[in-house]
């Protein structure tokens, strides 16, 4: 009994999900942190950092 | 609250048509059954009582769904959540009503469906007894949906997704207790009565937990 | 008997849209809300009326016999938007309906005089969603009388009312006020109230950081 | 008034985002890390062990499928406690935590029963059965989905992850059943072996690796839900800016 | 139109997640049923096709009744009766979007059920192509109640009854025709014919009848 | 350019409540309809725009060319007592679906351009169901403005309306009436329009015999 296709078939699709959900989750944080690196690139701040500055 | 009983009672003559849907529903249901397992009448009563268990299952959401969100609409449930009597109670009341509304007809109506499934007496029997007892822990649990569905612009079909789950427990042991009144060897008392706790659990769970979604989806 | 808001603020979404909003209202006085559109006076009516979570402060009524209460909601009459009646139903089965679940007082009129009071006695019979919308508004407003509660939350009451109704609205809530009622109102057209105090709603307020900031 | 005046005399001071922020940065590397090494280590052992005599090599498929059904139902409980949180003291992170961890739970739950059903195949002769153990944690998937969605439908945070709260609560009730269910109703999967009382019922020479890829598998869930968070995080503080912005302009203009 | 079209379908989306709702609600649906009947795979397997159709019928029913009547109720359904574009279309297109939001995901999803039901590649494929063809006629019949709804805001029970006894003869032909492909003896092709012409039947009619209703709305 | 009504009546439930209503307007004239509550502005409203059929009588809008159309609906906007916007979707895309169902006409402003015109550029992004009352007066006002339409009907225009309100809106209603526009409008408030006529609705009319008397 060896039914190498269903253990390898188990091992592959919880590799390709577990990277799947590790690259998703690791994107959207890139892109949240672009997004928020463009906010400050347009002047528009954070208010507690605004008010410490004196505007 | 028999006020509200009431209102209720006469809102879905007056608008939902509640009582005859569930029926209808139901009969449509019953009507295309055979043609899925055949004319074989030793099958079709065989699998009558759980027919009948998911119909009232599935006829129970027909509505249900737009319990509280037509109250919202018109800002009755403003009202509702001001007042002084417990929010559960109102929440209670209402799930009564929507019972008698449509599974209560569904109830009285099980006979004649279990005829046209060709189900013994005792088979008939049993089963409006346990739709009886358990239909009103779909209610309840229904009504959790329709609580979360007043936080949604359109309920429908996402509020009975999370909602029907959470009912198997109830169909399971509604419809094996059906079974147990039939088949000699396993007794109906155990079944029967965990169908009862089911719906006593629910009928504190569901509204108490329908109440807390309502205080906090109000704006 | 008093109700009093000490430096309330509340959030919609994500945003705050007042804060440090205080007052204090005796017996028999009334507060009118102005302010331009979205500047959160109905915003404000919801809080007090306990329909909407405050992100800070409190809101409390206290009664002649000195108890104070927080949940405010119980011994208010709340009139918003929406005028919360069913269409499908007649005026007197509306009338009746809320008039036994808000719970009977000896002290409140019964529906007929209800009707009559707002003037509109003797089409109780007709379905709510037969009635124009200013009859509509006037038997919401008949709600209020048919139950005595101390507090009235009203938000923008006069909407859709015609002269005479207006007028009408204006004794019935000096009425309410000479029987020792507290009145809490928003609006943009003037409500006619005598000695009335005025909060102006000035909108967003940007003061303090939000949560996510 | 400056941020912490605000998360003191609000927040217990444990726990605002800002702070969490700096947390997060400060041990993800760590726990990514310890995630790979535990996973090296657990992929060797589940390689090496010997075989079972009634199973074969299919029993290796049990290093994957227990560890992610064990983290499927962790998964809920962890919304679970953080729907408690959200109720109960209205914590923004809370929130955050609920939301972040559906998506993983959902992935979670796919593996175990996607493992199981090639599982089931050698060994029941069949992909899929209706039984009591399968059929609930299907309905945990499902309800997981139910929750993305019920999530994306509202699109106030606050108000979003408050309507959940209750979902998750009341669909609690699904997480004893599954565990169980085996018990409750006879059914060809297996019972109880590991996590019961009186210790467990397995040869040490399989337990190993197991346990070795259940704190692999359970490092990987909590490096991802944090990671989730941060991006939750992250995400309303852009929402928020850009409303800031929106409305100054509106004022401006 | 297409403007109608798209609103339609985002505010089916914005509401309740859309495509992967449809799928959810019907995965649910059939997830409950064996907790009925039991898990006996012979027998899911031939009330299979059954099953799908009534879910079909329960998806398009949720919601289905309020196509009208939100507009109504925020006053849009008065703007687009003051519109120059025939009714029907009108009618016609917000079935569409009704059908490809509900109806349309579980057509895509039936395979899938097919496969937890245990039936043959030919049910399923059969299964699939009746609902496709079929189902839009529930759509369209629905949507003469849903105008009668709006038209007579008490004619709930009369909603019921026109709607549902209407549906009867679409399931029958729909689960025979799926039957007969799989079921040697008898011919595929005259229930599927027929079931083709009630669809085309109540695509004419349907919008027809429910733009006359509109158009005599008691106010 | 001219709408024109003559010897209307109209029916609701059983009851006449208006007939003999007879008017005229030329291009750049505005109606106001006055009365009290349920005397039948709404209804008359309705039936000019074609929502509810007349009893006895004619409406027909005769345009430049002399052409005369019997369904005065497809010229006109009607704008209801409800606002005929989803809360689900932004204010954009509402404006955006309406522009596109009634049929884009070069004369008309874009959407950012109505959003500023009705004082609330900016936030067209938000959901529709945010907006406070008034400001969601105020976009159902924009959608006159997305797509031109010789004839405008309002029903109590500025209900909910702050000052600020009132005033753009009386703008608007000008300037649409100098590029030749027609204007019916039923309303409570003053509405601040120049050289409006005037129409008194009276309620129930029982001069004549009903159908069964
Ligand atoms: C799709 C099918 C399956 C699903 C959804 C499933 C689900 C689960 C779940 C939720 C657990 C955790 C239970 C607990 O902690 O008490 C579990 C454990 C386990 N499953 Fe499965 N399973 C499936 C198929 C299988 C198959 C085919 C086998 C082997 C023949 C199997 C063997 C086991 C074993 C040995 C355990 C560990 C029990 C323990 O020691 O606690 N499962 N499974
Ligand atoms: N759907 C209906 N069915 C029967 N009667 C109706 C219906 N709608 C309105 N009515 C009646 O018709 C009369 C006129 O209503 P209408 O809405 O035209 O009044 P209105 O002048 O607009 O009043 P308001 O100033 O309050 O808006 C009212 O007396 C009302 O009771
Ligand atoms: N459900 C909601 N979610 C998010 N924001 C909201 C919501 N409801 C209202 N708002 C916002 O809150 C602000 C205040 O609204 P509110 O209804 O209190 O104003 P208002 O003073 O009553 O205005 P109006 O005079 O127009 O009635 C508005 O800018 C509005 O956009
Ligand atoms: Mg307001
Ligand atoms: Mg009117």
Redesign the interface.
Known sequence: MTHTFYVYGSYGFAALVTVAVTLWTWADGRARRNELAALEASGIRRRSTRAKDGE | M???L??DL????????????GV??F???V???P????PDLA?LSR?GP??V??GA??AA??GL??LFQAER????L???????TPLVLTVLVKCLAHWVATSLPLVIASPLLGLFMNMSETAIGATMLTLLVGSPAITF?GA??A??AV????????V???V??????V??FG?SATYAAVEEPSPFLPPFLILVALTLFFAV?GPA?AA??LR???? | MHLAAANLAAR?GEDLIFEGVSFRLESGEALVLTGKNGSGKSTLL?VV????HQERGSVSFTDAQGNTLRRV??I?H?L??????????TVA?NL???R????QTHTAVSIDEAAEAVGLGGITHLPFGYLSAGQQRRFAFAKLLITYRPVWILDEPTAALDASGDHLFAELVEAHRRKGGIVLAATHQPLGLAEAQELRMAGFSHSGPGVWE | MSETSLAITKFSDLANPTRFLALAARILPWMAGFTALCFIMGLYLSFTTEGDYQQGETVRIMYIHVPTAWLAMMGYTIMSLSAIGT?VWRHPLADVSAKAAAPLGAAFTLIALVTGSLWGKPMWGTWWVWDARL?SVF?LF??YL??I??NR??D?PS??A??S???I???F??IP?IKFSVDWWNTLHQSASVLRLGGPAIDPEFLRPLLVMAVAFTALFFTLHIMAMRNEIWRRRVAAQRRMAARLANREG
């Open positions: 028999t006020a509200l009431l209102r006469r809102l879905s003559i007056r608008a939902g048509g509640g009582a005859l849907i209808l529903f009969l449509t249901v009507a295309v059954i043609f899925g397992v055949g099958l699998i759980a027919i268990w998911i299952l599935l959401l027909l769904d737009r609409d018109d800002g009755s403003d009202l509702m959540l001001m007042q002084e649990i959790v949906g609580a979360v936080a949604l612009p359109r309920g429908g079909l996402l009975s997704i999370l029907l789950p959470l009912t198997i427990p169909l399971i419809v769970i937990a807390l979604a906090n989806t109000s704006d | 919609r919801r009326a306990g329909l909407l909601g119980e208010s709340y918003g938007h929406r005028n919360a009646m069913k269409s499908e139903l089965e009746d309906f809320w036994r679940f808000l719970g | 109720l059929t309905i499902l309800m139910g929750l969605a019920l439908a509202i106030d108000k979003a408050r309507v709260a209750v979902l609560l009341v669909g009730v699904n059943i």
